[in-house]
């Protein structure tokens, strides 16, 4: 049980366009969700927490406007990188809860995907 | 501010041998603490995690830690490591009533013949 999921797996794009990452949570509906951004060789940074049905919260010095979440279902937040760049190329780890934000429950990763800019 | 040093990038262990992986945290408040690993091309999974009960916790696959509030550690031991053990290892503080985790910056585990 409490399996996440993601989609794609990596994907290439150009510099400039936008790219949509899928997180689902297979058979539990998460409250809440996170994502993550791994670099190479670094511990994993929170980019935003997110509540199924409202506004994301996002961490300091992450951009709002170019990191776009939207957790419309229990099952289901995407992250959409928009006018990605060389630098947005990373790799992206989402998490999910059955609990909401505030509450204390184990986090459920998903297997993460990563992005390259060219 | 809570923190976590996990003081070693790199062990190497010959299999069937101990395992012991580092870490130390900070934390103003009493911590939760876990221990996650990382396969490649696939999630984090959750290892083990303390919230206050037993100081001494056993997880999965035989791994086990203990809280040591004297010298805020939360090292990662096994008795006797698997060539299927090799892995990055991430020791994660949580404090407080939030979700927010903060992790380390891991720990490759690599297991030789």
């Known amino acids: 049980g409490a399996v996440v999921s993601q989609h794609p797996s990596r994907v290439i794009c150009k510099s400039g366009t936008s790219v949509k990452i899928e997180c689902r949570s297979l058979?539990?509906?998460?409250?809440?969700m996170f994502w993550y951004r791994q670099f190479p060789k670094k511990s994993l940074m929170l980019m935003a927490t997110?509540?199924?049905?409202?506004?994301?919260?996002?961490e300091q010095g992450v951009e709002k406007d170019k990191f776009l979440i939207n957790h419309a279902s229990l099952t289901l937040s995407t992250l959409t990188v928009t006018s990605a760049h060389p630098e947005d190329s990373s790799f992206y780890i989402c998490?999910?809860?059955?609990?909401?934000?505030?509450?204390?429950?184990?986090?459920?990763f998903g297997p993460g995907t990563r992005l390259l800019v060219l | 501010a809570q923190s976590v040093t996990q003081l070693d990038s790199h062990v190497s262990v010959s299999e069937g041998t101990p395992v012991l992986l580092r870490c130390n945290y900070s934390?103003?408040?009493?911590?939760?603490l876990f221990w996650y690993v990382q396969h490649p091309n696939k999630g984090l999974q959750l290892l083990l995690k303390?919230?206050?009960?037993?100081?001494l916790v056993k997880g999965i696959n035989g791994f086990e830690a203990e809280f040591k509030k004297s010298e805020t550690s939360f090292h990662l031991t096994k008795p006797s490591a698997h060539m299927s053990d090799a892995a990055e290892y991430f020791c994660?503080?949580?404090?407080?009533?939030?979700?927010?985790?903060?992790f380390g910056t891991g720990t490759r585990l690599q297991v030789t013949l």
């Open positions: 997110s509540n199924e049905g409202s506004k994301a919260t996002y």
């Open positions: 998490s999910a809860t059955p609990g909401l934000a505030g509450v204390e429950e184990t986090q459920y």
């Open positions: 934390s103003s408040y009493s911590p939760s």
């Open positions: 058979d539990f509906q998460a409250t809440t």
């Open positions: 994660v503080v949580r404090t407080g009533t939030a979700s927010k985790l903060t």
């Open positions: 303390y919230t206050s009960a037993a100081t």
